[in-house]
């Protein structure tokens, strides 16, 4: 059982907007601004898409925002397009002797 | 540009030891924290273990604590990761990974390739 709590998938056509949840607690998700996401496409490494909940690194297109609220982060995906499918995997800080704590990871099907 | 490139996965028994190495380039290893994360065969991913860019201060998970071991040499820009005791779950990708220098510690802007250890018997 991951640390972070993800729905197993999502799904959205070409277009639409979709939002991944990860669920933590105080000690993680919601007691720092600690929250990335990354993108994996099958066979390759994962890819940072957002850091400190809501940054985008350079390169990564404004389609992607993150936000949080209390103990739950979200990924907002908007204009889904083919390439975005992929695996979505949320990480936090967490204040313990485990410093990093990952969700369990997201299925994104573009129909 | 910047280059992270494992090796030394492979085929282990349970109970063996393996040693991973990650060439780093492309930038100034030292200045950067980095880190080791895996992923099982069709599993997600799990943080392994940290260290800082002097290595003075290794934080490990709860399941590796006392069998992995993590380092770096600075003068040769190489991360590594030994791992005694080896076990059937420790299978996974092996991961090298640069922390983006943020201070967060979850932030990780770089990953290798990956390098696969299989423990089995």
């Known amino acids: 059982q991951s640390a972070l709590t993800q729905p197993a998938s999502v799904s959205g056509s070409p277009g639409q907007s979709i939002t991944i949840s990860c669920t933590g607690t105080?000690?993680?998700?919601?007691?720092?601004?600690?929250v990335s996401w990354y993108q994996q496409h099958p066979g390759k490494a994962p890819k940072l898409m957002i850091c400190?909940?809501?940054n985008r690194p350079s390169g990564i297109s404004d389609r992607f925002s993150g936000a949080k609220s209390g103990n739950t982060a979200s990924l907002t995906i908007s204009g889904l397009q083919a390439e975005d499918e992929a695996d979505y995997y949320c990480?936090?800080?967490?204040?313990?002797?485990?410093?990093?704590?990952f969700g369990g990871g997201t299925k994104l099907t573009v129909l | 540009q910047v280059q992270l490139v494992e090796s030394g996965g492979g085929l282990v028994k349970p109970g063996g030891s393996l040693r991973l190495s990650c060439a780093a380039s492309?930038?100034?290893?030292?200045?950067?924290?980095m880190s080791w994360i895996r992923q099982a065969p069709g599993k997600g991913l799990e943080w392994v273990s940290f260290?800082?860019?002097?290595?003075?201060?290794?934080y490990y998970a709860d399941s590796v604590k006392g069998r992995f071991t993590i380092s770096r040499d600075n003068a040769k820009n190489s991360l590594y990761l030994q791992m005694n005791s080896l076990r059937d779950e420790d299978t996974a990708v092996y991961y090298c990974?640069?922390?983006?220098?943020?201070?967060?510690?979850?932030?990780?802007?770089?990953w290798g390739q990956g390098t696969l250890v299989t423990v089995s018997s």
């Open positions: 990974v640069r922390d983006n220098g943020g201070g967060t510690y979850s932030a990780f802007d770089y």
């Open positions: 492309g930038f100034t290893f030292s200045d950067y924290y």
């Open positions: 260290i800082t860019g002097g290595g003075s201060v290794i």
């Open positions: 105080s000690s993680d998700v919601g007691g720092y601004n600690y």
């Open positions: 400190d909940v809501s």
């Open positions: 990480s936090s800080y967490r204040s313990s002797s485990t410093l990093v704590v």
